[in-house]
């Protein structure tokens, strides 16, 4: 008998954590800011930062059309906090092209 209930609290156990488990958000966002980028250092700068920010999943930064491409967890953060991150190095966004959901 103790033997039966064991293993249906562990069954039970199980599939609760497998639920929560698999309730947790996934989504991601990529979000596209305008910033003036000067040269390669300024990507540089930008890509070894950006990616620390909590939530950052990847980055591309495009010098000719002066832009930085955040994907991001949308869990985790934001654009607004990604944006001021942009500040905090220096470099001001002065808008965002387009948001996409992944």
Known sequence: ????????L???????YSVSASAKSDDKNTVVFKVHLHCNNCEKKIKENIRFEKGVTGINTDLKEQTVSITYKTDKTDEEKLSAALEKLGYKPEGIISEQEE
Do not use: A, D, G, P
Request: charged content about 15%.
């Open 1 to 8: 008998m103790k033997k039966q209930v064991t293993i249906i």
């Open 10 to 16: 562990s069954l039970l156990l199980f599939f609760t």
